[in-house]
């Protein structure tokens, strides 16, 4: 399978509820092409690489099946929804952020038949301690200290038609950010060798075009993925990339090197991500507060994603439903208020 095969179909590519020969084999594929091709030579190298790669597998599958339930997102509810109400500002933000998924427009075009999607809702998150105002039994107390949270720079770029499918995208989407991790350091053990510096830099250019390839090995909650017109130029950067490498080769040591760095990755994907379930009782100020309290407040479950990989990020997230009636329609260009600025 050609390395641009990989981005495609991605949601047969893990099944969180069952293990076969074949999704390992696939696995153990998808980690050499997406690595180095050249890995393929060493002896044994699938045999070798197995063991790891199923241990990934196994963290995936309990990562996915811990995934918080799919919340319905949707202005009309926002109201009436204390988890919206504490995701959101305004019920006029949902659209806002729906509007912005060109991913989630770009499925329900290419599905003409489906009512809803499934997409994952990814959130900045705050923690902050403040003095304020509480009620302590029927008296107002204050200067009290409280913690207040926010959640900001919402973002929808990983959608699935059906629940089922992101969850085997969401798998997918973790096995190769394991990928991009390897990747990072593999060309970072290279500044050391001097006669592989043109290797290194292909290996970096490599990481690069694949994090552009969207959703693919830039996070769930990477910025936005390459847009439509620049997907054929990074797909054929990438195919020179692929025949460069081929090319240049490299020694036995440095090949049995990448893949000793990409099995113990993928051995200990604990070490790049873990996932906190996260549940928060908060008044409609955002305001923590105990069980105990008399203030009026709901409970609000999210999962805290921590990547602790070359690039740190935290994130708030949720898996949520939407209807395709939320989506506004694409802004259109108003030519006649253009023409003033030409």
């Known amino acids: 399978m050609g390395i641009l095969d990989w981005f495609k179909n991605r949601p047969a590519q893990f099944d969180p509820d069952g293990v076969s020969e074949e999704m390992v084999r696939a696995a153990v594929d998808k980690a050499i092409t997406l690595t180095n091709p050249r890995l393929a030579v060493l002896p044994s190298c699938h045999r070798r690489l197995t063991p790891a790669v199923e241990t990934a597998i196994e963290f995936l599958r309990t990562l996915v099946q811990a995934l ?15 988890a919206l109400r504490a995701f959101f500002v305004a019920p006029t933000d949902i659209p806002v952020v729906l509007g912005r998924s060109d ?8 599905f003409p038949e489906l009512d809803e999607a499934c997409l994952v809702l990814g959130m900045a998150f ?18 009290v200290v409280q913690t207040s949270v926010s959640f900001s720079d919402h973002r929808a770029h990983l959608c699935g ?10 798998g997918v989407q973790v096995f190769e950010y394991l990928l991009a991790q390897a990747l990072s350091e593999i060309g970072e053990e290279r500044v ?16 690069r075009l694949l994090q552009q390839q969207g959703p693919g090995l830039g ?22 990339n692929e025949r460069q490498l081929q090319a240049i080769g490299g020694g036995e040591t440095a090949l049995e090197a990448e ?32 069980k105990t309290s008399n203030e009026m407040a709901a409970e609000i479950d999210f999962a805290i994603a921590e990547l602790t990989g070359a690039q740190k990020v935290r994130r708030a997230f949720v898996l949520a439903r939407v209807a395709r009636s939320e989506v506004p329609s694409p802004a259109k260009i108003n030519f006649d208020d253009a023409a003033r600025y030409l």
């Not at 319905?72 to 204390?82: F, Y």
């Not at 050391?192 to 990481?207: C, D, F, K, S, V």
Request: with cysteine.
């Open 68 to 82: 918080p339930s799919v919340h319905t997102l949707s202005a009309t509810i926002w109201s009436a929804d204390p």
């Open 103 to 110: 991913n989630l427009r770009t499925l329900f075009n290419k």
């Open 126 to 143: 705050n923690e902050q301690r403040t003095f304020g105002m509480a009620l302590q039994g029927e008296m107002v107390q204050r200067d």
């Open 161 to 170: 038609r059906d629940e089922s499918r992101l969850r085997r995208v969401v």
């Open 192 to 207: 050391e060798r001097q006669e592989l510096e043109g290797n290194r830099a292909l290996i970096r250019a490599r990481l």
């Open 219 to 240: 996070s769930m909650f990477g910025s936005q993925p390459a847009a439509r017109g620049e997907q054929a130029r990074l797909e054929a950067e990438l195919l020179d």
């Open 259 to 290: 893949l000793e760095c990409l099995q113990a990755v993928l051995e200990n994907p604990g070490r790049y991500l873990r996932v906190e379930q996260k549940q928060l009782r908060l008044t409609t100020m955002n305001v923590v507060t105990e």
